[in-house]
């Protein structure tokens, strides 16, 4: 394993950061960012941005127009994209975004490339995946109760899915359900088709994903054979081509935002005097400041170890269960330790910080919650003990 970056991905890591600090972060405080994140005309202003620069969906193949980036280039340019909230959207690197591209790039058919995955590519159009269910299915999916069955040409869904990033304004939706014999099978549609029925939008901590939370209504949808994803009964397989490396990115993205409170909580503590020195020379102060920068080493370090593993073809759920939990509570402790620095600034919009902190906490819950993957690794550490 070695983690020396090659000239090329130094001067990309380089260009990303300068286009954020540059074209992104001055967009932060745009009115047109609402509860349930950047509208569509902001959010296309922004792409329009990263296409100039030539680094809209650096992560797609080639083929389809991005720049085929190895899951370890993903790490750096992706932490770099972090660093402003409005990053992500306008690299169009964000969930669920990213995921769907990545698993669409690996399963879906020429056909359903040109079709839905090319123009997400591209920017033109946003997409959801429906998973999560409000009767329990969402870190365990086999509770997942929407149906799928056959009539004639198509197949007929039924169901309610919740919490479903992206939904306002996606155009086009991966949507799981279950099959008569109890397998999973993943489906493509068009947000448009009779039957697809945004219910509501959920009010959330985080106002950061275009397209906020929602709660989707499937009522008789009627889906033709063609537009399923992979093979019938794969879903569950498929869900774990996707949510690995999908994981993994949330991780990535974070870092920049703790990135980014940390230098604005050591800028404050650099200026801010306080009973007759500077704020950081405190030891209080300068122990939090010092336990950020080795939370992001340690944090920095289990990506790319994770990133590393997927780049060699392995499955990485492990490692990438690992990365989750020691990610997200690593963040988590760098961006509260930069709130309490900040003192009473921390608590409100005078800085980037108080935004960070409340987008940041879903973190530790979405893509599975540490709790969820702690019994995972314990499962298989009991597993791998019994057959020594």
């Known amino acids: 394993m070695n983690f020396t970056m090659p000239e090329e991905l130094l001067a990309l890591q380089a260009k990303v950061r300068r286009f954020i600090a540059e074209e992104i972060v001055p967009m932060e405080r745009d009115p047109r960012q609402t509860s349930h994140g950047p509208n569509a005309e902001l959010r296309q202003e922004l792409v329009e941005k990263a296409r100039a620069h030539g680094l809209l969906t650096p992560h797609a193949s080639r083929e389809m127009g991005g720049l085929g980036l190895s899951h370890m280039a993903k790490a750096v340019v992706f932490e770099e994209a972090g660093y402003s909230t409005l990053g992500p959207t306008a690299m169009n690197i964000h969930a669920p975004d990213e995921g769907n591209i990545h698993l669409m790039e690996v399963v879906a058919t020429p056909a359903q490339k040109e079709r839905w995955l090319r123009p997400l590519v591209q920017g033109h159009i946003r997409s959801c995946f429906a998973m999560t269910e409000p009767d329990g299915a969402g870190s365990d999916p086999s509770l997942m109760t929407t149906t799928a069955v056959r009539d004639g040409d198509d ?59 929602g709660v989707l209504r499937l009522e008789n949808l009627r889906v033709p054979a063609s537009d399923v994803l992979g093979e019938l009964g794969k879903g569950f397989r498929y869900a774990q081509i996707r949510l690995a490396p999908a994981r993994l ?96 600034q921390g608590v409100t919009a005078e800085t980037i910080v108080e935004r960070i902190f409340r987008d ?4 530790r819950i979405y893509d599975g919650p540490s709790e969820v993957h702690r019994m995972s690794l314990a499962k298989k550490i009991f597993g791998r003990v019994a057959s020594e």
């Open 155 to 213: 197949y007929v869904i039924n169901g309610t899915k919740w919490l479903i990033t992206g939904l306002d304004g996606a155009s086009f939706a991966i949507i799981m359900a279950r099959m008569e014999d109890g397998s999973a099978t993943m489906f493509l549609t068009d947000t448009d088709r009779p039957g697809f029925i945004v219910e509501r939008m959920m009010d959330s901590l985080d106002t950061c994903f275009t397209g906020g939370h």
């Open 249 to 344: 990115t949330h991780c990535m993205r974070w870092l920049g935002q703790a990135r980014r409170a940390h230098d604005v909580a050591c800028d404050y503590a650099r200026k801010r005097e306080a009973f007759g020195k500077r704020l950081g020379e405190h030891q209080g102060v300068g122990f939090m400041l010092a336990d950020n920068e080795m939370d992001m080493h340690i944090t920095r370090l289990t990506i790319r170890d994770c990133a590393w593993v997927l780049d060699q073809g392995s499955r990485g759920n492990t490692e990438s269960s690992m990365a989750k939990v020691i990610s997200s509570e690593a963040i988590w402790r760098v961006i509260d330790r930069s709130v309490q620095v900040l003192g009473g």
């Open 360 to 363: 940041a906490r879903a973190f």
